[in-house]
């Protein structure tokens, strides 16, 4: 196979590679190396270190501080990673990065009063892309060139401002000599600087230079995902581009730069192996750091050994998602509960509650699932107009319109973008789209399927026996001028509330005629026993009731609850919920940060208070579930999403240059809410904003992969692991960390990882 062909397979799977990022309405976390869970996670980070500078470990300091402050046991490190660290820490060394063209050509030239040649390629492309996907209408009607590349390719050849902005008279010459087609510019490339290049150093080539884009990769990755396009690959064959304009302007007009050109990149392209190898050798020390640190923070988890079930069957039972912000709650509803003399049984379970659900909106569908998963039904929502006041709610939730809002209002409105205006809670109030007819495909839902719907939620909530009042409690952020609001909504329905998800199953597990099937299929639901639908507002932990038949007990230890968290956040209920509301504030949540635990077991088995609010849990009862069948199904769906979250908060403070979102005080929204720029440039940020995990003197999340605990025997986790191949690739490539905690209450280790098939 030819360089040139070898070139653009390279790409190609490099391009497919990139993670997508969702729009705004529906941002959720995603794990920015999901399509590199195959490879050692060690491996990765060095390969990405030296292409892009990406780091996926903390700094020697970091770690040396956390050795200082004794959040790291001294039983798990030796003297000599004692030595080398402290010396690692004084030294700050330097590690080789690869540099593309206009890196070097920055590097090489003196340009006064002029705009570096790294900064201007990002610009441009950036902005380009964002006309791209703003204005659909003019560059993506049927019947016309969508092709990105081509569109770049125009607007390039018809701006004479990037010649005068870089005073480069040659440029425009060089943008009309462009092959039309990208297949063709990875030929010239090849035959220009590029004909002895291996494999490897093709890859960190292409890279590096997807790194320079990586938010607007990760959106078109989504767009690819759902369309049949190729957006990424173009992007990349865009940034090529930029690469051999500036190699001929350098061999036209610069003999010195174009001769130190050919040097370096053939230096890299030579040594590139060894870089790369030199960095994974040098990041083993910090590696075995990082995985003392992670045990240790694991150690300050307590478990209670098994006892015998009791036989009581609870007052009132309360199904939350898995969230972290959920456990919070859970544990003070149950503390609650027992303080009024009420048994309450707090249950975890995805937030979609089984349900795989899509509002049908004008045309288009609002998934309440899942990322990884696809709605098999579907709502209709009918149409309905917009009352004034929900208008006016509207624009005064979005960036920067709270400015415009006052400028087409007038003074009437200074009062609320001074002291803030009601954030929103999507859905939570919708139940004319709640009680709409279920959809299939091919028409309403039949009998059967809604009975299927709710045998399998049940089955994995696993009830043992089922309370009078049984409570699905969603959950959902209340905030204002917040363009990532979404991804602190739940993630296991799409970046939406829970809402929709707990009303839709309560109202069937509430049909008589549903009950009546389930008991025919063995589920005996007693006639006692009512479903109610609830959620859980999470700035301010009120809880928003759903149904209207919840009976005052039940209401009353929900209340106690919220006073109880309330006064422990040390904020009045008062500044609470003016925090939640005001158009300029920060930090309305601290949302998933810290969460670095996923539970699957008994959550009354975990008693450690002080790390309440980092843990996904999510009930597991492996006793019924010899085969793993179950544990199985937890890993590919929770699980999944549990490493995405934790992943997306781990980059965003290992990494938060290239893999966070910056200061949210710049974010604006770009391109039909695809994303966010920092300010007015730049490429499209991905990831958390700084604020979403610092609090301005340190970081309020712990830097941990997920720790994964099952409460089950080691072959029932074997058989699962067996069955759940993603999640077995995560565990064996170590992105994440596995344990078993056994009958005594000890974490062992799951020692022997089944390779997929």
Known sequence: MSTANRLATIAGQVSKAIAPQWPLSQWIAVNPFWHYRQQPVAGVAAHWRYSAGTRLLMSPDFYWQQWQQNRIDAGLVTNNMVNELEQRALL???????????????????????????????????????????????????????????????????????????????????????????DK???????????????????????????????????????????DSQWVFELLCIRLAWEYILWQLAERTNTKVYQQLQQALSAQVENCEGQVAHIEQHNSLLWQWQAAYERSQLNRLQFKPDTAEENNTPDVQAVFCIDVRSERYRRALEQAGKSLGSYVQSKGFAGFFGVPLAIQRKGRDVPHVPGLLQPAYYIKAPARKQSVGSLLSNMFNAPVSMFSGVEALGLSKLKSLLTGVPGQLATANNAYIADG????????????????????????????????????????????????????????????????????????????????????????????TQFHSALHETVTDKVIWLSNTVPDSVKQMFRAATEQLTQASGESAKDRKTRSGHWAELRPEWGLADNNVLFFGQSDRLTSAETIGSNFLHDYNSKNDPNGELLAQLMSAPGLVANWINWQYYCSVTEPKQLGSGNKLLHNRVANDIGVFEGNGGDLRQGLAWQSVHNGSDFVHRPMRLQVIVEADEATIQRALARAAAFNELFEQQWINLHRLNARGELCPVTTPVTAK
């Open 92 to 182: 700050k060394a330097q590690l080789p990065q690869w540099r593309n063209l206009s890196q070097l050509v920055d590097k090489y030239t003196r340009r006064r009063r002029k705009m570096r040649w790294n900064d201007e390629v990002v610009l441009q492309i950036s902005q380009t892309c964002g006309l791209f996907m703003q204005f659909p209408t003019r560059f993506q009607q049927a019947g016309k060139d969508s092709s990105l590349y081509q569109h770049w390719l125009t607007i390039s050849r018809a701006d004479r401002g990037i010649e005068t902005l870089m005073d480069e008279a040659e440029l425009t010459e060089l943008f009309a000599q462009l092959p039309d087609d990208p």
């Open 185 to 227: 510019l990875i030929q010239v490339c090849h035959d220009n600087f590029l004909s002895d290049a291996s494999d490897y150093a093709l890859r960190c080539y292409s890279q590096a230079l997807i790194s320079d884009l990586w938010g607007w990769a990760a959106a078109f990755a989504y767009q690819d995902a759902r369309q």
């Open 437 to 528: 007819s279920i959809c299939e495909q091919n028409g309403e839902a039949s009998m059967a399927s809604l009975v299927d719907i709710c045998q399998q939620a049940l089955a994995g909530m696993q009830f043992e026996r089922f309370a009078q009042h049984i409570v699905l409690v969603g959950h959902g952020s209340h905030h204002s001028n917040n363009a990532q609001r979404a991804g602190l909504n739940c993630g296991a329905c799409g970046g939406q509330t829970g809402a929709l998800s707990a009303r839709v199953l309560v109202r069937l597990l509430n049909e008589s005629d549903i009950r009546k099937h389930l008991r025919e299929r063995g589920v005996a639901i007693p006639e006692a």
